[in-house]
T-cell receptor
Framework: DGGITQSPKYLFRKEGQNVTLSCEQN?????MYWYRQDPGQGLRLIYY???????QKGDIAEGYSVSREKKESFPLTVTSAQKNPTAFYLC???????????FGEGSWLTVV | AQKITQTQPGMFVQEKEAVTLDCTYD???????LFWYKQPSSGEMIFLIY??????QNATEGRYSLNFQKARKSANLVISASQLGDSAMYFC?????????????FGSGTKLNVKP
């Protein structure tokens, strides 16, 4: 089945460490997005990519980095510069018509 | 200014009754799309319904309907015959522009609790 796969589902990070969240899609979509969600809150855009080898900062990009070397993959690195990284992270990709957004199952990141 | 506003942080509804979740949006682009997503406690985002800005009819999908009032810039979700499984967070979202390369904006969500 086509879709978006995120891994890991749960991740614990020590303070000062970088961690990378994986996002893979087999939908053949050009655009991919990363969102952050804090408990009881809405989604905030971290980074988005409209095409391979190109990406733009979203509303809360500080402390995060991304790459888009392949169409299928859009990994997110949470760096040690991100002061409060504990959150739920969602990877998404809009449908070709723009009439829907496909989401991965999300990754829960906890700093210990 | 907020692109999407959901003014109801939490709602209660009795099982089998209908409930309306409010959503207002802000855009000057004549072409846009409006979405509703359901997020249960597991975290997955479940697509419910879509309304295009040029659509003449209100969108419906089973028990879900979108009350689209363009002049008021509102896109309320109506759930008929609520079920216990409808208890979840609900997010309204908007795509500005015509294609899938535009950013999508999400509201802060409404937590719906269905009482037996």
């Amino acid at each position: 089945d086509g879709g978006i796969t995120q891994s890991p589902k749960y991740l614990f990070r020590k303070e000062g460490q970088n961690v990378t969240l994986s996002c893979e899609q087999n939908l053949n979509h050009d655009a991919m997005y990363w969102y952050r969600q804090d408990p009881g809150q809405g989604l905030r855009l971290i980074y988005y990519s409209q095409i391979v080898n190109d990406f733009q900062k979203g509303d809360i990009a500080e402390g995060y980095s991304v790459s888009r070397e392949k169409k299928e993959s859009f990994p997110l690195t949470v760096t040690s510069a991100q002061k409060n990284p504990t959150a739920f992270y969602l990877c998404a990709s809009p449908g070709l018509s723009g009439n829907t957004i496909y989401f991965g199952e999300g990754s829960w990141l906890t700093v210990v | 200014a907020q692109k999407i506003t959901q003014t109801q942080p939490g709602m209660f509804v009795q099982e089998k009754e209908a409930v309306t979740l409010d959503c207002t949006y802000d855009t000057s682009d004549p072409s846009y799309g409006l979405f509703w997503y359901k997020q249960p406690s597991s975290g997955e985002m479940i697509f419910l319904i879509y309304q295009g800005s040029y659509d003449q009819q209100n969108a419906t999908e089973g028990r879900y309907s979108l009350n689209f009032q363009k002049a008021r810039k509102s896109a309320n979700l109506v759930i008929s015959a609520s079920q216990l499984g409808d208890s979840a967070m609900y997010f309204c979202a908007m795509r500005e522009g015509q294609n899938n390369f535009n950013k999508f904006y999400f509201g802060s969500g409404t937590k719906l609790n269905v009482k037996p």
